[in-house]
């Protein structure tokens, strides 16, 4: 079973800090995604990473996957209280029709 | 634009009553659809896919099924409810296996 390891479960920062958040596997993913969620809605996406070794910025936040593809990392650059909600990262299992495979995910809460 | 409408959005069912929830696809053709269930510290397990009309694989074996009598139309059901079955359901669709998933705003069920 390929798992995915979120890391940390749960941050509560001040607004304007920087912060990190982890993916891991032991698997390696054809390509992983981040999403955000928000109480009572679905995952919104916010990037895809395919190519080991990349790094994807949108605009505050910066995604970068590992050069083995076993493991992400996403950095949000002065927080802001609009950047709270559950960050999850999804990895595509490659090879055969089926779904994604989900990590537990990071609530993230920045104060003001 | 595509667009996916999942409904409804919350539901209390009681126990060993039948269960109904409906997600449709606008904006696409042959999608891939997807049932997910999130529940408190599991993140989104992955329960049914399809990759077409009739065709539905399970990921879990479990109290619940999955039709797919439409294109663009997925179906999750429950012949009798238990306590267990209660959670967020989320569908999701995909134009390829592994994908972007683009996700429903969800059904809050709760089994009681």
């Known amino acids: 079973t390929q798992l995915l390891e979120q890391s940390p479960q749960f941050l509560s920062i001040q607004e304007g800090e920087n912060l990190t958040v982890y993916c891991n596997s032991s698997?390696?993913?054809?390509?992983l995604q981040w999403y955000r969620q928000e109480p009572g809605e679905g995952p919104v996406l916010l990037v895809t990473?395919?190519?080991?070794?990349e790094v994807k910025k949108l605009k505050r936040l910066t995604f970068q996957f590992g050069d083995a593809r076993k493991d992400s990392s996403l950095h949000i650059t002065a927080a802001q209280p609009g950047d709270t909600g559950l960050y999850l990262c999804?990895?595509?299992?490659?090879?055969?029709?089926?779904?994604?495979?989900f990590g537990k995910g990071t609530h993230l809460i920045i104060q003001p | 634009s595509q667009t996916i409408h999942q409904w409804p959005a919350t539901l209390v069912q009681p126990v060993g009553s039948p269960l109904s929830l409906e997600c449709t696809v606008e904006?696409?053709?042959?999608?891939?659809l997807y049932w997910y269930r999130q529940a408190a510290g599991r993140g989104l397990q992955l329960l049914f896919y399809?990759?077409?009309?009739?065709?539905i694989s399970s990921e879990v074996p479990q109290n619940l099924s999955a039709s797919r009598p439409q294109d663009r139309q997925f179906i999750l059901s429950s012949k009798k409810l238990l306590l267990s079955d209660s959670g967020f359901y989320l569908c999701?669709?995909?134009?390829?296996?592994?994908?972007?998933?683009?996700f429903g705003q969800g059904t809050r069920l709760t089994v009681v």
């Open positions: 904006g696409t053709s042959n999608p891939n």
């Open positions: 399809s990759v077409g009309i009739g065709q």
């Open positions: 999804a990895g595509a299992r490659g090879g055969g029709a089926d779904g994604l495979t």
């Open positions: 698997s390696v993913f054809s390509s």
């Open positions: 999701a669709w995909s134009v390829l296996p592994g994908t972007e998933a683009f």
């Open positions: 990473v395919v190519t080991g070794g």
